[in-house]
């Protein structure tokens, strides 16, 4: 019985080797898939992998439970679960089984999904944040204004030194859908629903000069259809059905949540997956799941949901134009 589970394992640590033992001692057989380098890079931010792909496979294969590595590039295992058909297919507990990638398929094979729980306090990025936090000084100055506008500086110094490519690929993404007679739908909730209905009004009208009506539809607009699937259904389906309802395969979702882990998002991510629909994700230095379930994300090098909402919407001008620029050529 063949198990398999993916992951980056980029810092192996005693989280990952109780999972890894779990999930083995489920079958006969354990294939764990790695992210790539690259594929790393685009849904953990510039700085990671810390070890390389070569690397961590040669580590995991030291372990007794681990019969074998694949590595793939594509932003989920989707392509190697088909190619595998496990019987077993394992993620760890902070993933619900309607956001595994992969899980529809195992199943409809006669496979079973298990979610294992993690080993509490056990995370690569935390352990990564708290070395980070203890080689750097404690700011003293107490003059809020002056500290939020060097913040902010240096954010978006750090998104021009590092996201140059994945906003000119999260860019292309949508050019793409748009050329090809898709639509963009957007969501996002809180400030982030604002910045739904903010890039929605900029390509159904204009940015700056005149073109061609785009279609955009902000998914957080529509109190009528928000309260009745929240009161029908659940709040985590508020945008999941009208994806649902409204998105066709070629078209593509803005998924915004600057930590990555809205549920509502995610579901909207899910389903847009499902219907052939392109992802374009949109959050902060720890939104790994949304990237993770995205076919190109923007990972804002931050945790501060302000700074994160502050570049998002730079960067969505900064799509406005280019897409603007796109569609003004004779």
């Known amino acids: 019985m063949i198990v398999f589970t993916n992951g980056c394992f980029d810092v192996l ?21 790695i992210n790539s380098d690259e ?37 989920t295992p989707q392509r190697l679960i088909e190619e595998i ?87 292309a993404v949508l050019i793409r859908s748009l050329k090809q007679g898709g639509k963009i739908l957007i969501c996002g909730n809180g400030g982030s629903a604002a910045d739904a209905q903010h890039i929605a009004a900029e390509l159904v009208g204009r940015y700056e000069n005149e073109r061609r009506a785009l279609p955009a539809i902000a998914l957080t607009t529509d109190t009528s259809a928000l309260t009745a699937l929240a009161n029908d259904y659940d709040y985590s389906r508020i945008f999941a059905r009208q994806v649902e309802a409204l998105a066709h395969k070629g078209d593509c979702l803005i998924a915004i949540s600057t930590s990555g882990e809205s549920e509502n998002v995610i579901a909207a991510a899910m389903t847009a997956r499902n219907l052939g629909c392109s992802v374009v994700g949109m959050t902060g230095e720890k939104g790994k799941k949304l990237a993770s379930l995205s076919d190109a994300s923007l990972m804002i090098p931050s945790a501060r949901t302000a700074r994160i909402q502050e570049a998002h919407i730079t960067v969505a001008h900064i799509w406005c134009e280019l897409i603007e620029k796109e569609f003004n050529k004779s």
């Open 13 to 33: 640590h005693k989280g990952h080797v109780q999972l890894l033992q779990k999930a083995r001692a489920l079958g006969s057989s354990l294939i764990v898939a």
């Open 39 to 75: 594929s790393v890079r685009s849904i953990k931010g510039p700085g990671r992998p810390v070890f390389s792909a070569e690397d961590r496979a040669e580590v995991l294969l030291a372990l007794n439970c681990v019969d074998e590595v694949r590595v793939f590039d594509e932003p």
């Open 85 to 171: 058909q496990p019987d077993v297919l394992v993620k760890g507990g902070d993933w619900n089984e309607d956001e595994i990638v992969g899980a529809d398929f195992v199943r409809k094979h006669g496979g079973k999904v298990v979610t294992i729980p993690l080993v509490k306090g056990y995370s690569t990025s935390d352990i990564l944040e708290r070395l980070v936090k203890k080689t750097q000084s404690a700011k003293s100055s107490v003059d809020e204004i002056a500290n939020s506008l060097s913040e902010h500086s240096e954010v978006m110094t750090e998104v021009n030194n590092q996201l140059y490519e994945p906003i000119r690929t999260c860019a």
